[in-house]
């Protein structure tokens, strides 16, 4: 029996399909990402937390879900919606259906709308607040609600997906992955440095690689003073990425100030965000931000251009970067910061994911160049 489901946004305007996963009422801010695959990277990418997110791409599900192909324990967006479901799945690697993932992990989801109409309102109007239902039917009670709903300036959402304690790491990268990242140069197991992790939502293709090179890897949770990470003796500090508006993050900012100087640092999406912000710069939300695995990057220092996978809706401000940091990267589509350097301290961040799981791997030397600082 078909349940239907209704997304209504904030600016009144209402769509009515098919719903599919979990049954309920969830609020969020409605975004959409232009990936092709990867959609249970996307659904378990812990920076998608009190977010919708809207799948351009028209055919979503067509190869399962596996126990592999996970960024995190479990997904933490707030909702799903998609134009197609695809009831019938096919991969060798596939254990269940996309539809039964999403019920299983609670999670409510949209199918059968024009999403080409949902994001072009979107692209126009910007994110947009939303609540997605199959109980609460009602067109005005519905936009009321969004209308009404929390948004994302100002929100701490790291506490909601951060760790409790301080853990070991000892996943490494997959077979395929590790020999990309031969192919490419990079150093599978010849690193020796412990790698202090402060896990703001972080995606777990990112302590993987960090493994899979030979380090010692230790995760603690986002909150963690700066005191307290260089007791743990680690050669360096990775920031994770993480969910929502970096501002608020004022302990992280702390945290980051206190180390800047003391030990190698490197930042990735919130992670960049905050160390930028540490060092005095100021950060915006963007109109819709950027979200999917065909982003194109400049690398200011190479030439060359990346093609790379992004999950943000803020930026680092280019007016107010301060004199101690230089900007090494480029985003091609806004000209937007996607990379920055301190001058004196040795520390960089950059906006886009270079763990890019499920692709691209353009990015993947931002590893093998913190690893030669580690061992300095």
């Not at 003391?262 to 939300?285: M, N, R, V, Y």
């Not at 950027?290 to 190479?302: F, I, K, M, S, Y």
Request: charged share 25%; with cysteine.
């Amino acid at each position: 029996m078909i349940q239907t489901a209704k997304l209504a946004l904030e600016d009144g305007t209402v769509y009515t399909g098919e719903a599919f996963g979990a049954s309920g009422e969830i609020a969020g801010e409605v975004v959409f990402n232009t990936s092709m695959t990867g959609y249970q990277e996307i659904l378990t990418d812990p920076s998608y937390r009190g977010q919708i997110v809207t799948m351009t791409y028209p055919e979503i599900g067509n190869y399962g879900v596996n126990a592999e192909d996970v960024e995190h324990a479990s997904p933490s967006l707030a909702g799903f919606i998609v134009r197609e479901q695809s009831r019938v799945f096919s991969n060798y690697r596939a254990n269940g259906d996309l539809a039964a993932y999403l019920k299983s992990n609670n999670i409510v989801a949209l199918a059968g709308i024009d999403t080409r109409a949902l994001v072009r309102r979107i692209r126009q109007q910007g994110a947009m607040k939303g609540v997605l239902s199959t109980e609460d039917l009602n067109d005005d009670s519905l936009v009321n609600k969004a209308k009404n709903s929390p948004g994302l300036v100002g929100r701490d959402l790291v506490r909601e997906v951060m760790p409790f304690e301080i853990q070991s790491w000892d996943q490494n990268l997959d077979q395929w992955t590790e020999e990309e990242v031969k192919r490419q140069g990079g150093a599978i197991g010849t690193g020796k440095a412990h790698l202090v992790c402060m896990d703001f939502g972080m995606k777990w293709n990112i302590p993987r690689h960090f493994a899979s090179r030979g380090n010692q890897v230790t995760v603690v949770p986002g909150d963690t003073p700066a005191e307290k990470i260089l007791e743990l003796g680690g050669d360096g500090v990775f920031l994770s990425n993480g969910p929502g508006d970096p501002e608020p993050l004022d302990y992280a900012q702390k945290t980051i100030k206190e180390l800047i100087g003391k030990t190698p640092i490197f930042g990735i999406c919130l992670g960049h965000q905050l160390l930028s912000l540490a060092c005095g710069a100021k950060t915006f939300k963007l109109k819709f931000g950027h979200r999917g695995a065909n982003q194109p990057v400049l690398d200011l220092e190479t030439g060359k251009v990346e093609i790379t996978t992004q999950n943000h809706g803020f930026a680092v401000e280019e007016d107010s970067l301060p004199d101690c940091l230089e900007i090494t990267h480029r985003n091609l589509n806004d000209d937007t910061i996607a990379g920055v350097r301190h001058k004196e301290a040795t520390a960089f961040g950059v906006q886009h994911h270079p763990e890019a799981s499920s692709g691209p791997h353009d990015s993947h030397y931002l590893f093998d160049r913190f690893q030669k600082q580690l061992a300095k």
